[in-house]
């Protein structure tokens, strides 16, 4: 079946701007995922959706990040007034029971 | 000190040799431990998939756990240069729902298998 899909594969931005990346999970998976990989480094956990309940967004590092999840199906992760700092690939990832979660191939996210 | 340390090498090995490659932790409620392949410019590939110690294998993978000493191990048997990758281990406890709670990832080890 098909797997996780984010869009858009790449975006560049000018600081300052906001900027919204879509996530759409594998068919029927409860538990959604986001997290964060900047160059070079290992994957930095932001937000937690599962099903109905409070997401755990523990790992959102400002303000200026929120997600939204309808249900179980697609995700956005929105950064306003993006900063230099937050260039990265942003990967999105989903589960249900059993093995996973299962990624998606990320959006590169540049910041001018 | 990070909860999940992990070599981030490079680790250079000749084609057909054997891979191991390791991951420490600290918090002692994870229960599942997993092992991604990460390419580069891909998203990260679920490999191995284990719950508690033990062993698990997979072709020419095997996946150990030993949750006393929190030292889970990733074995690539017969490498080849198509393992050339960054190899992430990643630890969760599991949600009351029944799904994998966050995972907490180590750094990842980037692997280079030479012919």
């Known amino acids: 079946g098909a797997g996780v899909s984010q869009s858009p594969s790449n975006k560049v931005t000018e600081k300052g701007k906001d900027v919204e990346l879509r996530c759409d999970p594998i068919?029927?998976?409860?538990?959604l995922y986001w997290y964060r990989q900047r160059l070079g480094q290992g994957l930095e956990f932001l937000i937690y959706?599962?099903?109905?309940?409070?997401?755990?967004k523990s790992g959102l590092p400002s303000d200026r990040f929120s997600a939204e999840r309808t249900g179980e199906s697609v995700s956005t992760l929105t950064i306003q007034r993006t900063q230099q700092e937050d260039s990265a690939v942003y990967l999105c990832?989903?589960?249900?029971?059993?093995?996973?979660?299962?990624f998606g191939p990320g959006t590169r996210l540049l910041v001018l | 000190q990070k909860e999940v340390e992990q070599d981030p090498g490079p680790l250079s090995v000749p084609e057909g040799a054997i891979v191991s490659l390791n991951c420490t932790y600290s918090?002692?409620?994870?229960?599942?431990f997993m092992w991604y392949r990460q390419y580069s410019r891909k998203g990260p590939e679920l490999l191995m998939y284990?719950?508690?110690?033990g062993n698990k294998e997979d072709g020419r993978f095997t996946a150990q756990v030993d949750k006393s000493s929190k030292y889970i191990s990733l074995f690539i048997r017969d490498s080849q240069p198509s393992d050339s990758a960054t190899y992430l281990c990643?630890?969760?406890?599991?949600?009351?729902?029944?799904?994998?709670?966050?995972?907490?990832f180590g750094t990842g080890t980037r692997l280079q298998v030479t012919l």
């Open positions: 068919s029927g998976h409860t538990a």
């Open positions: 990643a630890m969760t406890q599991r949600a009351s729902t029944g799904t994998a709670s966050k995972l907490t």
């Open positions: 959706f599962q099903g109905n309940s409070a997401p755990d």
């Open positions: 918090n002692s409620a994870f229960q599942y």
């Open positions: 284990t719950y508690s110690s």
């Open positions: 990832a989903s589960s249900l029971y059993g093995p996973g979660p299962y």
